[in-house]
C-alpha cells in the first residue's frame, strides 16, 4: 500500500453523527468515494475524482493528483473539515 501514501491528508465529515474521517492514501479515499460518498453529494467533480483515482489505484497516474482529485471533490461537496 505504500506505494498509494500520500504527502498530506484530507479529514472529511462524515455520516449524521458528523464523525470525521482522515484519508492519507488512495486505497481509503477510493474506498471511501464508492462506499461512505454522502448521498446527494455526488457531482461532476466526484466522478473526476473517481477516475483519477482508479488510473492511480491501477498505477497510471500520481499520487499528488489522486490526493488533488479527492480533495477538490470533497472541497465540492462540502465536506472538507478545515483546521
Known amino acids: 500500500m505504500s506505494k498509494y501514501l500520500w504527502n498530506r491528508s484530507v479529514t472529511v465529515v ?14 481509503q479515499a477510493l474506498k471511501f ?4 460518498w454522502p448521498t446527494g453529494k455526488a ?6 475524482a473517481k477516475k483519477t483515482l482508479i488510473s492511480t489505484y491501477h498505477s497510471q497516474g500520481s499520487v499528488d493528483e489522486a490526493c ?8 465540492s461537496a462540502g465536506i472538507v473539515v478545515r483546521d
Do not use: P, Q, W, Y
Open 68 to 75: 488533488d482529485a479527492f480533495l477538490a471533490a470533497a472541497v
Open 43 to 48: 457531482d461532476r467533480v466526484h466522478a473526476m
Open 14 to 27: 462524515t455520516g449524521e453523527n458528523s464523525h470525521h474521517v482522515t484519508i492519507n492514501n488512495t486505497e
Open 33 to 36: 468515494l464508492l462506499r461512505e
